[in-house]
């Protein structure tokens, strides 16, 4: 990753990926320390707070998704 534009890729993909500014410092900073599993470590608590988020929708979708069948089945007598 030695040419600037290595490094904009892996800093666009970072933000793309939702980390913020901190955890993008960090994640760069650990990988100048040569420290890649503390670097994977980061990426993988990322990862789970965003498969957080994701399971937390998918439980209102379902909440919606039943409202729904309910007033269908309601609409039915």
Same mark, same amino acid.
Do not use: P
């Given at each position: ?10 800093? &666009?993909? /970072? ?6 500014? +901190? ?6 900073? #650990? ?17 789970r &707070?965003? /498969? ?6 998918e +439980? ?6 039943? #409202? ?10």
């Open positions: 990753m030695s040419d600037g534009r290595s490094r904009e890729a892996l800093i &666009q993909n /970072l933000k793309d990926a939702g980390c913020g500014c +901190k955890c993008v410092e960090k994640f760069l900073s #650990l990988g100048e320390e040569g420290k890649t599993g503390e670097q994977m470590k980061l990426l993988a608590s990322h990862r &707070q965003l /498969l957080d988020r994701v399971h937390a929708e +439980k209102r979708i379902d909440c919606l998704d039943y #409202l729904v069948y309910q007033m269908q089945k309601e609409d039915q007598k």
